[in-house]
């Protein structure tokens, strides 16, 4: 079974930083990425990675103050994020892929963000 397990969520104020972190189990795709969803809005992608090679992309949003990166050997992927705005807190997801084109097939629970 494939296991994805967050931490690292909680409350910030704007500017401030916070890292997420998400370990896998029992998956072998090759990409992994951070999804959020904001109370009323729809889930967007934040940011993925290629497990190899380490191709990253991002959403123009957070683009220059979140930071994708992966630990294949601890099979982690973490999500620096720097210069928070209140706009940036939602539900944040830990998922895998295929391929990094923002499709899914698994996701962790979530773990929440909130800048004030």
Do not use: H
């Amino acid at each position: 079974d494939v296991q994805l397990v967050e931490s690292g969520g909680g409350s910030v104020q704007a500017g401030g930083s916070l890292t997420l972190s998400c370990v896998a189990s029992g998956t072998s795709s090759d990409c992994m990425g951070w999804f959020r969803q904001a109370p009323g809005k729809e889930r967007e992608g934040v940011a993925t990675v290629y497990t190899r090679g380490g191709y990253t992309y991002y959403a123009d949003s957070v683009k220059g103050r979140f930071t994708i990166s992966r630990d294949n050997t601890k099979k982690m992927v973490y999500l620096q994020m720097n210069s928070l705005r209140p706009e940036d807190t939602a539900m944040y997801y830990c998922a895998t892929m295929w391929r990094c084109d923002w499709t899914p097939n698994y996701w962790a629970q979530g773990t929440q963000v909130t800048v004030s």
